[in-house]
């Protein structure tokens, strides 16, 4: 289990013409992935959902909060006690094309991890091309064709199933996915969804995966959860078909508004929602951070923070004074 409380990052820029500028990135953001489950971050681009994989990875700091592994808190560690913690979760990147190392072939790039799993493990050094052909095997790929090739050899797909690969050869517990689909044809984008899915029911590994694409996080984790996250704060969270279905929060609303519609084959969803201007993150918040684009907004917006939580008979937890479900999705063309 691998859960988060509280977690603040902010980033402050210095000089320019600007002047010194402080970016909040993360306002307390709260989150808990058992093992092989599956938890999707959706947001709009600049929302913070990177900057949380990379913490959530140990690849970056964070202000406040903490995380925790199997019951064990990251702050009480040295830095140095928290890398075999961390080693049990790997970021797949969202680029395949910076990910590899193009000097080096995919069987160097697999060499230096399973070598160290290999020494951690007790097991001998011909245990090493072995485990290699395996991964490989695992994500799809033929090993006598990859192994010997640079990554510019290979097309995009096979990238990033190598570097998938790769997240594997230290046995991790949870594979954390940042847009792990947006730079390769659509085409092939498929192929790796299916794959993830694989591995969690394979391996049993967990997937945090990032994405702005509803439809990518449905199809990730249909029986985990959904966090909406808005300028770092979580809006809704709660089963991926509940929130789908029936969202409740404005700005969640507004995003699956915001999926294209199959023309002749569906129709839109019969209440969308559309944000009432544009974001301006230099205008300070009193209350609510979506409240000067909600359509649904009232005084008490501007002036208080909502707190995430669930009132009523509403299933999710959100963070609105004035929570609706309405119906935003579209909808086959034939269905009443």
């Given at each position: 289990m691998?859960?988060?409380?509280?977690?603040?990052?902010?980033?402050r820029?210095?000089?320019?013409?600007?002047?010194?500028?402080?970016?909040?990135?993360?306002?307390?953001?709260?989150?808990?992935?058992g093992?092989?489950?599956?938890?999707?971050?959706?947001?709009?681009?600049g929302?913070?959902?990177t900057?949380?994989?990379?913490?959530?990875?140990?690849?970056?700091?964070?202000?406040s909060?903490?995380?925790?592994?199997?019951?064990?808190?990251?702050?009480?560690?040295r830095?140095?006690?928290?890398r075999?913690?961390?080693?049990?979760?790997q970021?797949i990147h969202?680029?395949?094309?910076?990910?590899?190392?193009?000097?080096r072939?995919?069987y160097?790039?697999l060499?230096?991890?399973?070598?160290?799993?290999?020494?951690q493990?007790?097991?001998?050094a011909?245990?090493?091309?072995?485990?290699?052909g395996?991964?490989l095997?695992?994500?799809?790929?033929?090993?006598?064709?990859?192994l010997?090739?640079y990554?510019?050899?290979?097309?995009?797909?096979?990238?990033?199933?190598?570097?998938i690969a790769?997240?594997l050869t230290?046995?991790p517990?949870?594979l954390?996915a940042?847009?792990?689909?947006?730079m390769i044809?659509?085409s092939?984008?498929?192929?790796?969804l299916?794959?993830?899915?694989?591995?969690?029911?394979?391996?049993?590994v967990?997937?945090?995966?990032?994405t702005?694409d509803?439809?990518t996080?449905?199809?990730i984790?249909?029986d985990?959860?959904?966090?909406?996250?808005?300028?770092?704060q979580?809006?809704?969270?709660g089963?991926?078909?509940t929130?789908?279905?029936?969202?409740v929060h404005?700005?969640?609303?507004?995003?699956?508004?915001a999926?294209p519609?199959?023309?002749g084959?569906e129709r839109?969803?019969?209440q969308?929602v559309a944000?009432t201007?544009?974001?301006?993150?230099?205008?300070p918040?009193a209350?609510?951070?979506?409240?000067r684009?909600c359509?649904?907004?009232?005084?008490?917006?501007a002036?208080?923070?909502p707190v995430l939580g669930?009132t009523?008979?509403i299933?999710?937890?959100?963070?609105?004074?004035?929570p609706e479900a309405r119906s935003?999705v579209?909808?086959?063309?034939?269905r009443?």
């Amino acid at each position: 289990m691998i859960t988060g409380q509280g977690i603040t990052k902010t980033f402050r820029q210095r000089g320019g013409v600007l002047g010194a500028r402080e970016v909040r990135a993360l306002r307390g953001v709260d989150f808990a992935v058992g093992r092989g489950g599956a938890v999707s971050f959706i947001g709009e681009s600049g929302c913070g959902k990177t900057t949380l994989g990379r913490i959530i990875a140990g690849l970056e700091g964070h202000d406040s909060g903490e995380i925790t592994v199997d019951g064990v808190a990251m702050s009480s560690l040295r830095p140095r006690a928290r890398r075999p913690y961390f080693r049990r979760i790997q970021l797949i990147h969202q680029d395949p094309y910076s990910a590899l190392n193009p000097t080096r072939t995919v069987y160097q790039a697999l060499l230096a991890p399973l070598a160290l799993r290999a020494r951690q493990t007790g097991r001998p050094a011909s245990w090493v091309d072995g485990r290699a052909g395996e991964l490989l095997d695992l994500v799809g790929l033929d090993p006598d064709y990859v192994l010997p090739r640079y990554p510019h050899q290979l097309s995009g797909g096979m990238r990033q199933r190598v570097v998938i690969a790769r997240a594997l050869t230290v046995d991790p517990e949870m594979l954390v996915a940042d847009e792990a689909v947006s730079m390769i044809d659509v085409s092939l984008r498929l192929g790796i969804l299916a794959l993830l899915r694989d591995l969690r029911e394979r391996l049993g590994v967990s997937v945090l995966f990032i994405t702005h694409d509803v439809a990518t996080a449905r199809y990730i984790g249909d029986d985990g959860e959904l966090y909406v996250i808005y300028r770092g704060q979580v809006v809704e969270r709660g089963p991926v078909e509940t929130i789908i279905s029936a969202p409740v929060h404005p700005y969640t609303q507004a995003l699956l508004s915001a999926i294209p519609v199959l023309h002749g084959l569906e129709r839109p969803g019969a209440q969308p929602v559309a944000p009432t201007g544009t974001l301006e993150e230099d205008k300070p918040d009193a209350g609510c951070l979506f409240a000067r684009r909600c359509p649904f907004a009232t005084a008490r917006c501007a002036e208080e923070v909502p707190v995430l939580g669930r009132t009523g008979d509403i299933p999710q937890e959100h963070a609105c004074f004035h929570p609706e479900a309405r119906s935003v999705v579209a909808v086959p063309a034939g269905r009443a």
